[in-house]
C-alpha cells in the first residue's frame, strides 16, 4: 500500500511557475514509477509526465514538454513537478500516481489504469 499526497497547488499568472510535490508513504518508494495527471472542468483526466523508479528514465505529454519538469528524491519519498512558463490551459486539478517499477514498462506509464495508486489532488489554477 501507498498513501501519497500532493502540496503546491494555488493561484498563479500566466507565465508564472510552481513546483508541486507529492509525498509517499506506507512502501517502498524507490521500487515504484511515478506519474502526473491532470484533470480540467468538463475534461478527462489527461497524463502529464512520469519518471521510473531509479529516476533514469522520464516522459511527458507534448503539450508540457519544455515547460514542466518532473524528478524525485527517493531518500524523501517525494516526487516533484516543476511547472514553468504556466499557460491558462494548464488550469486543472493535478493528481500524483504511483506503480510498482516491476513489470511496467515505459509505455504503461502514460496510460492511467496502470496505475495503482492515486493522490486526492491539488488544484492548479492560472490566470492571464
Known amino acids: 500500500q501507498v498513501q501519497l499526497v500532493e502540496s503546491g497547488g494555488g493561484l498563479v499568472q500566466a507565465g508564472g511557475s510552481l513546483r508541486l510535490s507529492c509525498a509517499a508513504s506506507?512502501?517502498?518508494?524507490?521500487?515504484?514509477?511515478m506519474g502526473w495527471f491532470r484533470q480540467a472542468p468538463g475534461k478527462e483526466r489527461e497524463f502529464v509526465t512520469a519518471?521510473?523508479?531509479?529516476?533514469?528514465?522520464?516522459y511527458y505529454a507534448e503539450s508540457v514538454k519544455g515547460r514542466f519538469a518532473i524528478s524525485r528524491d527517493n531518500a524523501k519519498n517525494t516526487v516533484y513537478l516543476q511547472m514553468n512558463s504556466l499557460k491558462p490551459e494548464d488550469t486543472a486539478v493535478y493528481y500524483c500516481?504511483?506503480?510498482?517499477?516491476?513489470?511496467?514498462?515505459?509505455?504503461?506509464?502514460?496510460?492511467?489504469?496502470?496505475?495503482?495508486?492515486w493522490g486526492q489532488g491539488t488544484q492548479v489554477t492560472v490566470s492571464s
Open positions: 519518471i521510473t523508479s531509479s529516476g533514469g528514465s522520464t
Open positions: 506506507g512502501s517502498t518508494f524507490s521500487s515504484y514509477a
Open positions: 500516481a504511483a506503480v510498482a517499477q516491476a513489470g511496467t514498462s515505459g509505455r504503461h506509464l502514460y496510460t492511467e489504469r496502470f496505475y495503482d495508486y
